[in-house]
Each structure stands twice: as C-alpha cells, then as structure tokens.
C-alpha cells in the first residue's frame, strides 16, 4: 500500500509556461545526475515505477510533476553536474531551473539527493541557495547509503551536517534497502502541510 494512496503523473514541463498551476504546496526533488532522485521518489512515495529511473546520468531533462493530493505536488527536477552534456543542453537547464525557483511560490520545500559518497559539490550548494532564496525547508537525503559501512555512513553525516549548519537538515538514505525512507516522509509531511 502506498503511503501516499492517490499519488499521480501529472505533467512533464521543458518550459516555465508549461508549468501546473502556481497554488497549493509543492516539495521539489533535486541532485546531480544519477544521484538517485526519482528512486527516491518511488521508495517515500512506496510506488515502483512512478518516477523513471535511468542507468544513463541526465537524460532527463524536463521537470516531472506528481500530484499527492487536490492541492500538493511533488516535482522531480532534471539533474546537473553531467560533464557531458553539450552546452545548449546546459543552458536550457539553467534556463528551466531559474524560472522554477524564481517564480515558483507553491514550493514548500526542497529535497537535495546527494550521493553519500560524493555529497556537497558546487552545484549542491547551489542548489541549496535557490531553496533557501525561496525560502523553502531544504532537507538533504545523503542517498546510496547501502553503499557505505556503518561507520562511514555516520562519518559523512556528520560532516555534512556540520557543514550544512541550519541551511538544511541531514539524513542517509537508501531507495535500495530502505533505510530512512519513514525519516523522510514525515520531513515530506511536514513541508506540504
Ligand atoms: N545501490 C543503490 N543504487 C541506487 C539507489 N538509488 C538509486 N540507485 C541507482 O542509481 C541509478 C540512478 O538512479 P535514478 O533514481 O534514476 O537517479 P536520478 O537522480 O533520478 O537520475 P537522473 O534523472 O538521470 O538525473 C540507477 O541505476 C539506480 O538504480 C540506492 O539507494 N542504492
Ligand atoms: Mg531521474
């Protein structure tokens, strides 16, 4: 049974006036390529395959939107940090980006994939700087964590912890053995009430 009973594929959006209709509460799923956004997606919300995954980093390239509920959304953004991705390519996303997190007063909150294992590149903590300009919860979903031992999962939180501050709150996280997904749905219930 799903936590999340009526969630639903809304739209995919290449463009700001594509976007659903600006009411309501959103929390918006973002992270490099890869990092495991849309697994995240599917193992808070316990559907298999709503969000698409992929073994090839950053072929999503439009904004996903799901909706939980008449006026909550979920939105799973396209990933960055791809090196090879050609610059026309690069731009439309930074275009896509700016115009979500400028404009958009539905989100709530902002839920940062980083791989546990790689976690705070530049981009991450610009990531972190658009979600609080919007004044958005930021949580960090430090993911893979079913790749690390036990002490370096407790190594890595720590310091991003450390190094986060009160810019965002910390967890591990595993789409593969579950581990923290019942920490983040109550961080998820908590943005979109
Ligand atoms: N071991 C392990 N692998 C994972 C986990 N989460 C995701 N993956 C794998 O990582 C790859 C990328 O996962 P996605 O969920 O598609 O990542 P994404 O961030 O949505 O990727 P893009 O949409 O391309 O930016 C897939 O091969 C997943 O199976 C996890 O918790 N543990
Ligand atoms: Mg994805």
């Known amino acids: 049974m799903s936590h999340y009973p009526t969630v639903n594929f809304l739209t995919s959006s290449w463009q700001a006036t594509q976007f659903p209709a600006d009411s309501g509460a959103e929390v918006a799923f973002a992270g490099r390529s890869n990092s495991g956004k849309s697994s995240a997606i599917n193992a808070i919300t316990g559907r298999i395959a709503l969000a698409r995954t992929s073994k090839t980093p950053g072929r999503t390239q439009l904004i996903n939107f799901f909706t939980l509920g008449e006026t909550q959304r979920l939105v799973d953004l396209p990933g960055y940090g791809f090196a090879k991705v050609p610059p026309a390519m690069q731009q439309h996303w930074h275009e896509l980006m700016s ?60 310091e991003v912890q450390a190094a986060l501050g009160d810019q965002a709150t910390v967890q591990l996280f595993s789409a593969t053995s579950h581990r923290g997904v019942q920490e983040a749905r109550k961080i998820l219930d908590g943005m979109l009430k």
């Open 99 to 158: 115009g979500y997190f400028e404009h958009r007063q539905s989100l709530k909150g902002l839920v940062i994939l980083m791989d546990s294992r790689h976690p705070l590149k530049d981009t991450d903590w610009q990531m972190l700087q658009w979600g609080g300009a919007r004044g958005a919860h930021c949580h960090v979903l430090l993911s893979k964590a079913d790749k690390l031992s036990q002490a370096e999962g407790s190594k890595v939180l720590r």
